[in-house]
């Protein structure tokens, strides 16, 4: 079973209510899979800081972990508010033996490298600014887009770097429909993003190696 930590900035002016979907849809996941789940441990936005990160995630990566971030960034850290909680040469070393997934703009340039420098066993993310729209229909394409990796992992029997090809998939099955439609703007953004996902680590981890020892 696996033990998986999620963080989400539900507190932020433009994109909380997106990014707590986000997590709202990924524990409906995890539920329809609770025989995979050891626990869940959330980090809502009031708790997104350095502080918080330093002693809550050694808790943790004594075993295979899976941490899960929903919110802003940028080359070097994850942020919320002022705060930047996951920070290039400040706490990476404490993210060693995980699964790190985050959906955060930018952080797959210098971020994720690093954390994979530090001992983090794989990541997926965007390695440059993506756009999220908050049109109902829009929002939700965005969401299953954003989703689409880490549900593909965890309900299938593959590699994370099979599930990011699912991703990447998932992401064109959207472009091509939308074009279809001549929606211009909205498939040049999820262009852009799809473009902007890497796989970085080992590639060939699958979930089974996440399951906690014993």
């Not at 919320?80 to 920070?87: A, D, H, K, S, T």
């Not at 794989?122 to 049109?135: K, S, T, W």
């Not at 064109?172 to 953004?189: G, M, P, S």
Request: glycine content about 6%.
């Amino acid at each position: 079973m696996i033990s998986f930590i999620v963080a989400y900035d539900n507190q932020d002016i433009n994109l909380g209510i997106y990014f707590e979907e986000c997590k709202n849809q990924l524990l409906g996941v995890l539920t329809e899979h609770s025989e995979i789940v050891d626990r869940v441990h959330e980090i809502a936005g009031n708790l997104c800081n350095n502080a918080y990160i330093d002693m809550t995630i050694p808790l943790h990566n004594s075993n295979p972990f899976v941490f899960i971030a929903y919110s802003h960034g940028n080359e070097k850290a994850l942020c919320c508010g002022n705060n930047r909680y996951v920070e290039k040469d400040i706490n990476t070393h404490h993210f060693t033996n995980c699964l790190f997934y985050t959906t955060a703009c930018s952080v797959g340039k210098e971020l994720g490298k690093h954390l994979i420098e530090q001992g983090c066993l794989a990541f997926v993310g965007y390695e440059r600014i993506i756009n999220v729209y908050q049109q109902d229909d829009k929002k939700e394409i965005s969401r299953n887009c954003d989703n689409a990796g880490i549900i593909a992992f965890l309900s299938e029997n593959i590699t994370i770097f099979e599930a990011y090809t699912k991703m990447k998939s998932y992401y064109t099955q959207q472009i091509d429909r939308l074009h279809n439609i001549r929606d211009i703007l909205f498939t040049a953004d999820l262009v852009e993003a799809r473009d902007a996902l890497v796989c970085l680590g080992d590639k060939s981890l699958k979930k089974e190696d996440l399951f906690l020892s014993k």
